[in-house]
């Protein structure tokens, strides 16, 4: 059963922006962490940002300054601001929760596409 569903990719032009959304199902207790995760093809997924539940983030090196996460625990939800996108962010983007319990709860991934 799906648990995290993440919308809001589509294709962009280089400088353009999106806004990713994310929302957990109540059946996931207690969340603490939540990120954004993302793949290219023939790379290894890797981190983009994540956020705790009282507020605090960490960014991966090659997003600070042009993305944005945040969250809103009333609706179990997670997003991300993307500015100023570029080629090299084309990958898809993967929704992640986490709690005391397991390691990660993963979405089935959004597609972003910057070209022109």
């Known amino acids: 059963q799906v648990q995290l569903v993440e919308s809001g990719g589509g294709l962009v032009q280089p400088g353009g922006s999106l806004r990713l959304s994310c929302a957990a199902s109540r059946s996931i207790f207690s969340i603490d962490d939540m990120g954004w995760y993302r793949q290219a093809p023939g790379k290894e997924r890797e981190l983009v940002a994540i956020?705790?539940?009282?507020?605090?983030?960490n960014y991966a090196d090659f997003v600070k300054g042009r993305f944005t996460i945040s969250r809103d625990n009333a609706k179990n939800s997670v997003y991300l601001q993307m500015n100023s996108l570029k080629p090299e962010d084309t990958a898809v983007y993967y929704c992640?929760?986490?709690?005391?319990?397991?390691?990660?709860?993963w979405g089935q991934g959004t597609q972003v596409t910057v070209s022109s």
């Open positions: 992640n929760a986490r709690n005391t319990y397991y390691s990660g709860f």
């Open positions: 956020i705790t539940r009282g507020g605090s983030t």
